[in-house]
């Protein structure tokens, strides 16, 4: 699975996912629309991910702050590698 480059998870009613999602080596993660309300821990460490599609969960957003390495910097980071974060 470390060839995988796109994973789209899109419409799928997911509660969750697994920690080891942050072990791919993604450029695009779609998990619009579904039922998350969190982040797995990892998310920062996804250095490849270029596009990032979170609109349509019932995220909050401390915990999504929390789950991206404990701080707002961290997110931030996380945030300027991405080339396109669609939330709604």
């Known amino acids: ?9 899109r419409n799928n009613a997911l ?7 942050c072990e791919l080596n993604l450029n695009k ?5 579904n039922l998350l309300r969190n ?3 990892g998310m920062h460490s996804l250095k490849t991910l270029r596009i990032l599609d979170l609109k349509g969960n019932n ?5 999504i702050e929390s789950n991206l390495d404990h701080s707002l910097s961290s997110l931030m980071d996380f ?8 939330r709604a």
């Open 39 to 41: 982040l797995p821990r």
């Open 15 to 21: 509660e969750s996912l697994p920690d080891n999602i």
């Open 29 to 33: 993660l779609d998990i619009s629309n």
């Open 1 to 9: 699975m470390k060839s995988l480059k796109t994973l789209e998870l």
């Open 79 to 86: 945030l300027e590698k991405t080339e396109s974060i669609t």
């Open 59 to 63: 995220f909050d957003d401390a915990r």
